[in-house]
């Protein structure tokens, strides 16, 4: 059982769409971050939030935590072939290790 | 200011063989981190320095597995007696002092694959 849940697994859109990833656990967070990553890579660090409630924005990425620490949400507006890739999210809860999610998978199409 | 950097980048071994891995974290990172990706999950845990001294270890690096960071540099992976289910993408990652959150910076991965 994952601490932390993504939805969708897998999503395929087109160009020019918006799309809603989210990351779900019953676990209270002291952070949470979410990363991209690319087949044969590491996953890089788009952005950490740590405050309940907290809206972060990254160009068209907008990355939200809940109230309660409990689950967070990316929202990429236009999506573009670029963004394709594994979104993970990871949360930290005061130890030293992260627990991260099983990603979402993302397809954008031209 | 180069980031975490791994070697090699990919390794084919046979059963049985001893493997090594080495991580070269951010310069000025004292907290350097292991973990181990398989194919449709994310990366977990497997164990964590603060300079030289290991301070943390999952239960999933069983007694073949054993991790240095003698200078509190850079950081040695190795596997004794490969199994095909070591096979994995094993991944460093690397924070700075100081910080209230716990931000990591990942490398690019060493993928394992044990035939």
């Known amino acids: 059982t994952q601490l932390l849940e993504q939805s969708p697994q897998f999503l395929s859109i087109q160009e020019g769409e918006n799309l809603t990833v989210y990351c779900n656990s019953s676990?209270?967070?002291?952070?949470l971050q979410w990363y991209r990553q690319e087949p044969g890579e590491g996953p890089v660090l788009l952005v950490t939030?740590?405050?309940?409630?907290e809206v972060k924005k990254l160009k068209r990425l907008t990355f939200q935590f809940g109230d309660a620490r409990k689950d967070s949400s990316l929202h990429i507006t236009a999506a573009q072939p670029g963004d394709t890739g594994l979104y993970l999210c990871a949360g930290a809860r005061g130890g030293n290790k992260l627990v991260f999610g099983a990603g979402t998978i993302l397809r954008v199409k031209s | 200011d180069t980031g975490v950097s791994q070697d090699p980048r990919h390794k084919i071994t046979k059963r049985g063989q001893n493997v090594t891995f080495r991580c070269d974290p951010i310069s000025e990172h004292n907290r350097l981190y292991w973990y181990r990706q398989t194919l449709g999950q994310g990366p977990e845990f497997l164990t964590y320095?603060?300079?030289?001294?290991?301070?943390?270890k999952s239960r999933l690096l069983s007694d073949r597995f054993s991790a240095e960071r003698p200078k509190g540099s850079f950081s040695t992976l190795e596997i004794q007696r490969t199994e095909q289910g070591d096979s994995a993408m094993y991944l460093c990652a690397s924070s700075p002092p100081g910080r209230e959150y716990n931000e990591q910076f990942f490398g690019p991965g060493t993928r394992l694959t044990v035939l």
């Open positions: 676990s209270v967070f002291s952070s």
């Open positions: 320095f603060q300079n030289e001294a290991q301070l943390e």
């Open positions: 939030v740590v405050t309940g409630g």
